[in-house]
Nanobody, 118 residues
């Protein structure tokens, strides 16, 4: 069973930056997509970004496009989410996800809290 462990969350001021990391417990196969979801307080969980195994193909939610960048390093089984120009509405628990089928995220991390506040 693949396990995902996130790190890098914390408290940051509006306009600031953070980088989240997610490391898989084993080497990821060539069909494994990875990505990020988030759940703001009192709201539904929502998609943030995803990346193909090669790292060539990425896709973002409109709310983060131009501010967030997803990347991955398969040599260390890790996916990253670089978050710039953070806003208060980016406050959420961020979850790393992985899966092989389109639209199906089989594996979820435990989540890491990101709080954007002055």
């Amino acid at each position: 069973q693949l396990q995902l462990v996130e790190s890098g969350g914390g408290l940051v001021q509006p306009g600031g930056s953070l980088r989240l990391s997610c490391t898989a417990s084993e080497r990821t196969g060539s069909s494994l997509r990875m990505g990020w979801f988030r759940q703001p307080p009192g709201k539904e969980r929502e998609f943030v970004a995803r990346i193909s195994w090669s790292g060539i193909n990425t896709y973002y939610a409109d709310s983060v496009k131009g501010r967030f960048t997803v990347s991955r390093d398969n040599a260390v089984n890790t996916v990253y989410l670089r978050m710039n120009s953070l806003k208060s509405e980016d406050t959420a628990v961020y979850y790393c996800v992985a899966g092989t089928a389109v639209g199906v995220w089989t594996y979820w991390g435990q989540g890491t809290q990101v709080t954007v506040s002055s």
